[in-house]
Nanobody, 126 residues
Framework: VQLQASGGGLVQAGGSLRLSCAAS????????IGWFRQAPGKEREGVSC?????????YYADSVKGRFTISRADAKNTVYLQMNSLKSEDTAVYFC???????????????????WGQGTLVTVSS
C-alpha cells in the first residue's frame, strides 16, 4: 500500500487549493481514505474521510465543514481534497491515510490507521 500526497503550497487567506492523494497497491473500492493535518506545535487532527464501499460516504471535521470537499476521481485510485475559503489556521502539513476499518466517520478521524502517505505543506497567509 502506497499513498502519494501532492498539491500543497502557499495561498492567501480566502483562497483555494486542491490536494491529491494517489493510492497504489490496493483498491480504493474497499478502503476508507482521508486526510489528516498537523500544524506546528499541535497534535494531528483528522480532517475528512471518504468511503466508496459505503456508497461514497464523506465525513468532515467541524473545523472544515462547509469549506472542504473530499472526492474520488471516477474509476481511479486518487482522492482529492478541495479546500476553499482557506484560513490561516488551516496552515499545516496534510497527510493522506487509508485503512479498511473503521467506517468513515468520527471514529475514523481519530483511529490509529495503518497506511500513511508523506505530507504536503499548506501555508495560508493572512
Amino acid at each position: 500500500v502506497q499513498l502519494q500526497a501532492s498539491g500543497g503550497g502557499l495561498v492567501q487567506a480566502g483562497g483555494s487549493l486542491r490536494l491529491s492523494c494517489a493510492a497504489s497497491g490496493f483498491n480504493l473500492d474497499y478502503y476508507v481514505i482521508g486526510w489528516f493535518r498537523q500544524a506546528p506545535g499541535k497534535e494531528r487532527e483528522g480532517v475528512s474521510c471518504f468511503s466508496s464501499r459505503w456508497g461514497g460516504r464523506q465525513y468532515y471535521a467541524d473545523s472544515v465543514k462547509g469549506r472542504f470537499t473530499i472526492s474520488r476521481a471516477d474509476a481511479k485510485n486518487t482522492v482529492y481534497l478541495q479546500m476553499n475559503s482557506l484560513k490561516s489556521e488551516d496552515t499545516a502539513v496534510y497527510f493522506c491515510a487509508a485503512d479498511l476499518w473503521p467506517p468513515c466517520g468520527s471514529s475514523w478521524l481519530t483511529a490509529n490507521l495503518t497506511s500513511w502517505g508523506q505530507g504536503t505543506l499548506v501555508t495560508v497567509s493572512s
